[in-house]
Structures are given as structure tokens and as C-alpha cells.
């Protein structure tokens, strides 16, 4: 039986996050390190509304897909968060940046380990946790697979 629980679809959580001057490169667009940076604030406000505070757990895995340029003049982009899976100690997200028109300018999945501040090393995932989790409330999959399709249609 495996340790990880795969999560219906569940809302994603959201937090306004502004485009910084200092994150422009050369090309006068946001530089691809920004984007990491970008995504934390839904991160954090999705993981502390369930108790996991921004030093309760270390990023492990990332893989994030560029799908516009943020150029310069854009004001601010929406990060969304949602945990798609729990593990014995682990939590999958499923990540994106929006445009301030909707469009999609990343995605991103991510793997967080969560994390003992003072004994310095992982712990695992507690049963309240994952029931909160497990509690989000799901989305439809058909709804989320038609959101999917339709931004790949705007590409």
C-alpha cells in the first residue's frame, strides 16, 4: 500500500504578488529566478492555513513550465496553490502564475517536505493535517480538466 494519497482536485488558494522593478533582466521581462520567488506567497498562505507556518517545511522538487513573458509594465501576477497530493511527510502542489488578464504565465509542481525547525530534519505529515487536507473541498475533475484544455486552446 503506498504512502502517498492522491487529493481530488481542490481550490486553489490565491495571493496578489507585485511585479518588482529589481526582477526585470536585460530583455525587459521578469527574469526566470523571479518566478520561484513569485510563487511562495500562495505557498505560504495555502500551508499556514493549515497550521504549517513558512519554517515548517523545505521545498525539495521543483519543475516549472514558462508559458508567457511577464513584461516589464505589468503590475502584478496571481499565484495560486493547491495540494494535489500527501505523502508519509511530504505534500505535492500544483502551482501557477496569472496574468493580471487570466492568462496563464507559469505552472509549477512542487514538492514540499515538512520540517522540524529545531530538531533540524523532516516530519512527518500529522493525522490533522492530512484531514484537513483531505477536508479542502474538492473541484470537479472535469471542470479543472476543461480549464486545462482551454488555456492550452489560448497558447
Do not use: K
Request: charged fraction near 25%; aromatic fraction near 6%; glycine fraction near 6%.
Amino acid at each position: 500500500m503506498s504512502a502517498v494519497h492522491e487529493l481530488p482536485r481542490a481550490p486553489f488558494a490565491e495571493q496578489r504578488v507585485d511585479v518588482r522593478w529589481q526582477d526585470l533582466d536585460p530583455l525587459g521581462h521578469v527574469g526566470h529566478e523571479a518566478f520561484l520567488t513569485y510563487l511562495e506567497p500562495a505557498r505560504d498562505a495555502l500551508l499556514a492555513a493549515h497550521g504549517i507556518p513558512a519554517d515548517g517545511y523545505v521545498v525539495a522538487s521543483v519543475t516549472l513550465n514558462y508559458r508567457r513573458e511577464i513584461r516589464m509594465g505589468t503590475p502584478f501576477v496571481h499565484g495560486r496553490c493547491r495540494v494535489a497530493r500527501v505523502g508519509r511527510s511530504s505534500l505535492a502542489t500544483e502551482e501557477e502564475l496569472l496574468a493580471p488578464n487570466g492568462d496563464l504565465v507559469a505552472d509549477a509542481s512542487v514538492v514540499v517536505v515538512l520540517w522540524d525547525p529545531v530538531a533540524r530534519r523532516s516530519r512527518p505529515v500529522a493525522d490533522a493535517e492530512r484531514a484537513a487536507f483531505e477536508r479542502i473541498g474538492p473541484a470537479s475533475l472535469a471542470a479543472t480538466g476543461a480549464a486545462a484544455a482551454e488555456r492550452r486552446e489560448r497558447r
